[in-house]
């Protein structure tokens, strides 16, 4: 099968398909088109034995076949694709078949002829583009920052349909720089499949005039910041029980991450990168929930970075802080700085008078002072969880996020007893009426 650009920025050129190719922005793809109407990744066709299919990958302006929009479909010679502001003719060979087997994409109709019957399709079954565009009212705004902001926001459906969800938005000035939308774009693939009671759920990638959006789960309920924060005021320490039992959580949360595998059974090494406090969560029902993979690091989406420093400077591991080859041990040196913060009041390697550099030195050396010195009477089995997480070495730490989870719960629930979700919802209840 051939493609013969028509109109467009390749007019004049001629592509060979034989297999599955990729059209779109990004220079990822087999045909790369530099048209601002075009998604980065926009569609997929595919070519075999004289056959050919397209399928619109979830790009913004969508896809056209003779000028009809479609999610999918079944191509014959002669037939137009339109991507963006691009045209382009399909040439099949003279003796391609009519018909196709039934694992092909659904067919639309053409102009001049009757449709492709798929024989396995019962007519009672749907096929093809049944739904419209997504609808979103935001109601105010959650937080703000130089690059974008969250705001709370409705979802509209049939029938009166509401749904509360997050938008989360990058400005237009940032949306025009690829490195930035990559990283925009790269969390929400990442997190699109992420499904765990201790991450916070992706929705949809959307784009609105200039810019991006990610609609995701709306969580009612605070930070750990805000958590943080308020015990400072109140000069209260959080139980320790509790704060072990909010870091477990996260574990949880890591475990799944790390562990995810694409379709063909493939480790993603997927490393979040930046675990902290801004970006941990805590319902009002007490489940606390991971978020804002925005820096994660995976090979499939991300581009290489080593020579940057990126994440949170405050709760960087060491390796992070030097830009080597980070892996999910990172992570968990990032988390027991939460930890220790959570049980001690203190951070550990908190940035004075704005001098990074001076904090990336005190990461890479990693001198962690005895958490005992903050808060006497912490048990000593919590002290040497604690002090595992924050070795220097990766070799020296727990190796998974699974262990470090086992390890905590058996610090909560040897006794026969321990706090839950409700507890810590009840406790956070307590808090905030003080």
Avoid at 315 to 328: I, R
Wanted: charged share 30%; net charge negative.
């Amino acid at each position: 099968m051939k493609l013969v650009f028509v109109s467009g920025s390749e007019t004049g050129r001629r592509y060979d398909v034989d297999g599955e190719i990729t059209i779109g922005r990004d220079n990822s793809n087999d045909i790369v088109l530099k048209d601002p109407s075009v998604s980065l990744v926009h569609c997929l066709v595919f070519s075999e034995e004289g056959k050919g299919f397209v399928k619109d990958l979830g790009s913004t302006n969508g896809i056209r076949i003779n000028g009809e929009r479609v999610i999918s479909a079944n191509v014959r010679d002669g037939d137009s694709l339109t991507v963006g502001k691009n045209t382009i003719r399909f040439e099949l060979p003279s003796k391609a078949l009519d018909t196709v087997g039934a694992s092909a994409l659904p067919t639309i109709k053409d102009r001049d002829e009757e449709p492709i019957e798929i024989s396995e399709t019962k007519p009672e079954e749907l096929s093809g583009n049944i739904f419209g565009s997504v609808t979103y009212y935001l109601k105010r705004k959650i937080a703000s920052g130089g690059m974008g902001a969250i705001y709370e926001a409705e979802q509209f459906g049939a029938e009166g349909f509401i749904k509360t969800v997050a938008i989360k938005t990058i400005l237009p000035s940032f949306a025009k720089k690829d490195s930035f939308v990559s990283s925009f774009v790269g969390e929400a693939k990442l997190v699109a499949n992420l499904v765990h009671q201790n991450i916070v759920q992706i929705h949809h990638l959307g784009r609105h005039d200039d810019g991006y959006f990610i609609a995701m789960e709306y969580i009612d309920g605070i930070n750990l910041t805000d958590f943080l924060v308020k015990h400072r005021r109140l000069r209260e320490d959080i139980p320790e029980d509790i704060a072990t039992f909010i870091i477990s959580r996260i574990c949880r949360g890591l475990e799944y991450a790390h562990g995810k595998k694409d379709r063909e059974d493939n480790s993603l090494g997927l490393v979040h990168r930046d675990v902290s406090p801004n970006n941990i969560m805590i319902t009002t029902e007490g489940e606390v929930k991971l978020t804002d993979f925005g820096v994660a690091k995976a090979a499939q989406f991300m581009e290489d970075d080593s020579d940057y420093l990126v994440g949170s400077v405050e709760y960087m591991s060491p390796e992070q802080a030097e830009c080597l080859q980070v892996d999910l041990r990172s992570d968990l040196f990032s988390l027991g700085l939460v930890y220790y913060e959570l049980l001690t009041g203190i951070r550990v390697f908190q940035c004075r008078d704005n001098d990074i550099d001076e904090t990336v030195e005190r990461v890479i050396r990693a001198e962690i002072p005895d958490p005992t010195d903050y808060r006497s009477g912490l048990s000593e089995s919590v002290k040497e969880i604690l002090m595992k997480c924050l070795s220097r070495s990766p070799e020296d730490r727990f190796q998974s996020a699974g262990e470090l989870g086992h390890a905590l719960e058996r610090e909560m629930y040897s006794k026969g007893y321990g706090p839950t979700i409700v507890s810590l919802a009840q406790y956070i209840k307590h808090v905030w009426e003080h």
